[in-house]
């Protein structure tokens, strides 16, 4: 179901004609974080239990899986986005994908209790995103 990152493509397409790029990475972003609200973290007392939850959100959405694990320095999260061919998203938006995940995954990090001063950072390797919330 490639329905979300075609519109998330037509969105960028849409707002890359009247604001620069930093302000559509801030909106994708913050659409990230309002995205986190729907991932239900009550029950999460683990890793594994909070990567469960947020894969519901990302079955809902149909945009892919998420690994997480912990090393010294930070949580590393691989986002999986699933096949996205050109013709659903183009190259021009993959970066604001990872500025989604990146949102949600602040947000729910934020809600556990992490602190504001730590950082969550995303990028894509290969065909996989790796977000790193920590150092």
Same mark, same amino acid.
């Given at each position: 179901?490639?329905?979300?990152?075609?519109?998330?493509?037509?969105?960028?397409?849409?707002?890359?004609?009247?604001?620069?790029?930093?302000?559509?990475?801030?909106?994708?972003f913050?659409?990230?974080?309002?995205?986190?609200?729907?991932?239900?973290? /009550?029950?999460?007392?683990?890793?594994?239990?909070?990567?469960?939850?947020? /894969?519901?959100?990302?079955?809902?959405?149909?945009?892919?899986?998420s690994?997480?694990a912990?090393?010294?320095?930070?949580?590393?999260?691989?986002?999986d986005?699933?096949?996205?061919?050109?013709?659903?998203?183009?190259?021009?938006?993959?970066?604001?994908?990872?500025?989604?995940?990146?949102?949600?995954?602040?947000a729910?990090?934020?809600?556990?209790?992490?602190?504001? &001063?730590?950082?969550?950072?995303? &990028?894509?390797?290969?065909?996989?995103?790796?977000?790193?919330h920590?150092?």
């Amino acid at each position: 179901m490639p329905g979300v990152p075609i519109l998330l493509a037509q969105i960028v397409a849409e707002l890359s004609d009247v604001a620069p790029v930093p302000q559509i990475e801030s909106f994708v972003f913050a659409l990230g974080q309002r995205l986190a609200t729907r991932v239900y973290l /009550n029950d999460a007392a683990s890793l594994a239990e909070l990567e469960d939850q947020v /894969n519901f959100l990302w079955r809902e959405l149909g945009i892919g899986r998420s690994r997480m694990a912990a090393d010294a320095t930070a949580i590393v999260v691989h986002h999986d986005p699933g096949h996205l061919p050109d013709d659903v998203i183009e190259a021009q938006a993959r970066p604001y994908l990872a500025e989604l995940v990146r949102g949600t995954f602040d947000a729910c990090f934020r809600r556990l209790g992490s602190s504001d &001063k730590t950082q969550t950072t995303a &990028k894509w390797v290969k065909q996989m995103i790796e977000i790193r919330h920590g150092s």
